[in-house]
């Protein structure tokens, strides 16, 4: 049961929930495709605090809220608020629970958003925190995944790129491993996914360290790629040379299983030739597209408890 | 009446208005609290326009427009804007007006909130004017005396920090000087209230100067704390020690009359120590959360005449 | 039939389309001013990607949308978003329209609105692109021109101020020339009309390049003015030469005919004296005003098919 509940990590999601997610956001897909507006939201609101800008994030959270018949009141650059006079997360978060239903917030420090949770007293959403959790998008990946495969289990995934910095990453590991997927691990060396990070997980034998993106090409069901930023090179020949191994283009797809995917959390750069768009793999315009369904479905499981009216 | 006014100074609100404001506020007040949603500013757009950021403020009036069910369009830096290729308010504020029904604006300037409602062909309400007014923060800092002591006369108030700076501080002693209050103020001897602006109040004996917090401790029924400013300083002992005298903390709670209220327009600092946050005392929340339900009243009274559907 | 179309340039509008546009912003115009409220585009979203910022066109379009019953996603500062992280047009504006029903942008580079118009799966309305076009701009200078004189052809209009880089002028005189109307380009030497822009239009004859405002004064039927910007002249005695010969005050608008009227797209600086605001010949307030019925009526043309219900 969501009902009521913030979504901090994508630990606060059981089992069971995913699921429920899953069949209302393909509900909400089918209205939103056919044109039918909803009120489900009418006179609720959702307030978005982004302490760092997230364009994609904040515009998906306030389509859903708006497709929902809600209103949004947003602070897109929250550095530049009260925030800057002195206050604390708790008082800022208090503020917002008074102003609104639900409060959506991104914060540069790991651990903002719990602490946000705490002190709210309405459900508060963590848009991303730091190096922290960003757990709707994980949904938002999950149901992808779950739309083309009607599971999320018995699946091989393969993650590529930046597997150290990347938080989306982090999140997704988190929620696959406790299913029974095989999850390999492609990334430049200075990328690698941290040790600590992966203590952490539970089914560590389902996990192929190091992979080399040939020997997976073939088998994996599910490709997720992350961005590689330049800034973490201190050498930009490194970058290009990374990149070089790394940038999805038509030599490679064609060497893929017929049925896999291609999923991209965005904004890509040079990871994936754009003249791939238009293959049936390519998989991260839907994915993209899904974060409003997912995060429809979230609100209103959330506000609602979901109710079929 | 208040229908088609503006609402640049306190003075502008009549004596009949408060009490129409504080019930109708009351009324919304319980009915965003059942979760009822409002039709009453369907079709109606209120436009924000922050000269300088004032978070709060602003997403307080964008919820009670919202939660009224009437749109928003907002431009939170719009120093940025037309303003910037040398627009005058003049412009710029008939712009506003030609795009919506109410308009809410805060500028840096004293006095430019005046100059707007001259030119505006739609209603002006003062979001805060430079050291000038900020009259829906003394609504909402009245509504709630008047909740908890059922009137806003005959009581006891003490006005503690910086009542020199203190924009709302001017404001709101302004409104408690109409009627029969005594006043206390409290502060450190670099932020007395300016005489220049003692002097434009009427019942001047009512207003006690120079008071210590330990003489009116156990008699204010209402404490009303502001934001010192470390900026104010040249010398940061100095501040410090003001602090130290100043901080509302658990030891002076302790000695305060069992019925007494503490606010605050925050954010706060180091003025009040969060560990009295759950004390029966502390209003300041209460306070905030009422800025939505005061400004709901204010924009129905000016828009539609609060007549009841 | 502009059902489902983007508008790029003021190319993209066929003749008859003005005229439809012109009925239903005229329709829309009194219903709002009748404080009707309007459901036509509930559950729709416009979504405003503003790459350089302009509060008037992005308020203009925003409020449109809310007056139609829509909701509004906006991105006031898109510099600082996706594109930042190094994301393409085609990208950014692929999210968009998956978040949205209708994107409005607005871009410092000429081009950018057509391409975004090709990757984008919703309508694309261009709100300026650098130098290039600014065709909701002009609708709504035709619609005034239209509702003043009940049609846009045989009539002498004089293009005042900046005609080299003045975007407005540039879409307004390929509208204007396609109809059977005299222009007169009255502009400083550094300001003149560009040769290689004059050479795309059809109907030459009919336009009078270098005129001299005295001789246009009493034959002119539409005055519109643009902003004379400071940044362009090295000498700024020389500015101040040109603003002096160009500044329409009361001397000037004595002299014109009756019927005339004054235009300009806003803001102004010092082109048009403040003092003759409240002359029957200024026009450019309701012009500003036009914006949102024009809107209004693009919006609901190519969402809808504009049909009645």
Do not use: C
Request: zero cysteines; aromatic letters at 8%; charged letters at 25%.
């Amino acid at each position: 049961m969501l009902k009521g509940k913030s979504i901090v990590s994508i630990d606060d999601v059981e089992t069971e929930d995913f699921y429920e997610i899953f069949h209302r956001a393909s509900i909400f897909k089918k209205t939103v495709k056919e044109g039918k507006s909803l009120e489900l939201m009418k006179g609720r609101i959702m307030s978005t605090f982004f302490f760092e800008p997230s364009t994609r994030t904040r515009l998906s959270f306030e389509s859903a809220m708006n497709r929902l018949g809600g209103s949004v009141i947003s602070v897109s650059e929250a550095k530049n608020s009260s925030a800057a006079k002195g206050e604390t997360i708790a008082d800022t978060i208090r503020m917002a629970s008074s102003y609104s239903d639900i409060v959506v917030m991104r914060h540069p420090m790991e651990g903002a958003a719990r602490v946000a949770s705490e002190f709210s007293t309405v459900p508060v959403l963590n848009g991303g925190d730091g190096s922290g959790q960003h757990p709707t998008q994980t949904l938002l990946d999950l149901f992808t995944i779950w739309e083309k495969y009607g599971k999320i289990e018995d699946l091989e995934i393969s993650l590529v790129g930046d597997l150290k910095y990347g938080r989306t990453v982090h999140s997704l590991i988190k929620a696959l491993n406790r299913f029974n997927n095989k999850i390999n691990l492609v990334s430049p060396e200075i990328l690698q996914m941290p040790d600590h990070f992966l203590n952490t997980l539970k089914n560590r034998t389902k996990i192929n360290l190091n992979s080399n993106i040939d020997e997976v090409l073939q088998t994996t069901d599910v490709f997720y790629v992350t961005r590689i930023q330049k800034e973490r090179f201190v050498d930009l020949n490194d970058y290009q040379k990374v990149i070089g191994s790394y940038s999805f283009n038509q030599e490679l797809v064609d060497r893929m299983k017929d049925n896999a995917i291609i999923m991209h959390p965005l904004p890509r750069v040079d990871e994936i030739d754009p003249k791939i768009d238009g293959n049936k793999r390519a998989y991260y315009f839907i994915e993209a597209a899904n974060g409003v369904f997912v995060r429809m479905a979230l609100i209103d499981l959330i506000l609602r408890g979901g109710k079929v009216e």
